[in-house]
């Protein structure tokens, strides 16, 4: 609960602050408040804040597994497990620019933009209003020294899918506001559900197989052909996976971007044919194409503000992690390792 004031203020400055010096990278501790001349007004600073009526986290559990013996040494097994969280930790901007015109009434010709609370800047709230679920199904096949061939393999296959309005508390995913993208905490902490959507980290499809084959040469012979031939074994290991979901945000009309509060999600102006990444194209030195999107919608949301960042949000704004990144595939080749 650092950053309360007034023991702790944290100070945006931006440049042309009234009697304030052009910001410059300097190495004095006052940073741009050094050489000043006369007093300077400290500027609104944010405000963190506990919710006094917070929740304890929870999350419950249930599993399943069916196994039969379909071959000697070989095993099926069906596995599922599942999660359901409620009342998680999340954070959550409270005091948005503009937050005054759409919820207070403020006169947006007159005042311009104001904030519901102008003695702050952000207040940025920790609560217990995130959600999650998690159901995944694992296929195992597991056989040890296969027809006596000395070869013994163990392949999964998982599907599994998980959902949440908030990945991580405190947004320092890659979604997360902290990398200079989407929001702090949910597009509109009134309601969460808006930001339902596959977790940060979900991924659909999974697989992983790995032979380990103990080579019989030399297995049975003595001395020094026994020592240094015999008790081989290879072991290689392949993995695949789906890649993982992103959102697209669109700060065209957001009066919050790049601080992280309320900005939307991207609005295609046309049906969108593909949500999975292709194969990326050169366009230039650092720039890759790889999603082809319609435009998105050229209006504002809120016409008298100018800005979308209070809504009322389209159905047709893309939901939270609507789109897939590249799979993965990586394989390690059959390696000798000594049975010793």
């Known amino acids: 609960m650092i950053q309360n004031p007034p023991n702790y203020a944290s100070v945006q400055i931006q440049e042309g602050t009234p009697g304030l010096p052009p910001i410059t990278v300097t190495t004095d501790n006052l940073g741009p408040f050094a050489g000043s001349a006369g007093t300077v007004p400290l500027r609104p600073s ?103 061939t000395g070869l013994s393999l163990t392949a999964n296959y998982t599907w599994a899918h998980s959902t949440d309005d908030l990945s991580s508390t405190f947004s320092d995913s890659t979604q997360g506001a902290s990398n200079g993208i989407g929001n702090l905490g949910y597009l509109d902490p009134r309601n969460p559900r808006l930001d339902w959507g596959s977790s940060d980290f979900d991924i659909r499809h999974r697989l992983s197989v790995s032979p380990i084959y103990e080579v019989p040469f030399f297995k049975n012979s003595r001395g020094f052909a026994r020592q240094a031939l015999g008790g081989w074994t290879l072991v290689g290991i392949f993995t695949a996976r789906t890649g993982t979901p992103f959102s697209i945000f669109d700060t065209n009309f957001s009066a919050n971007a790049p601080s992280g509060a309320g900005i939307p999600r991207y609005v295609p102006s046309a049906t969108i044919t593909s949500k999975n ?64």
């Open 46 to 148: 944010s405000l963190r804040h506990v919710d006094q009526n917070i929740n304890t986290a929870q999350t419950q559990f249930a599993s399943l597994a069916i196994e039969r013996q379909i071959a000697r040494n070989t095993v099926l097994a069906l596995e599922w497990s599942g999660a359901h969280g409620i009342h998680l930790y999340d954070i959550s901007a409270r005091n948005p620019i503009g937050g005054g015109n759409a919820y207070l009434g403020d006169d947006f010709a007159s005042l311009g933009l104001t904030r519901v609370n102008d003695q702050y800047t952000g207040i940025n709230t920790r609560g217990s209003n995130g959600a999650s679920h998690y159901s995944g199904l694992n296929i195992r096949l597991q056989s040890q020294n296969l027809h006596n």
């Open 277 to 340: 990444s292709g194969t990326p194209v050169n366009m230039g030195p650092n720039n890759y194409s790889v999603l082809n999107l319609p435009a998105a919608n050229s209006f504002p949301f809120n016409s008298t503000l100018g800005v979308s960042d209070f809504g009322p949000f389209p159905a047709t704004m893309t939901t939270r992690n609507a789109f897939a990144g590249w799979g993965r595939g990586t394989s390690t080749r059959l390696l000798p390792n000594p049975l010793r």
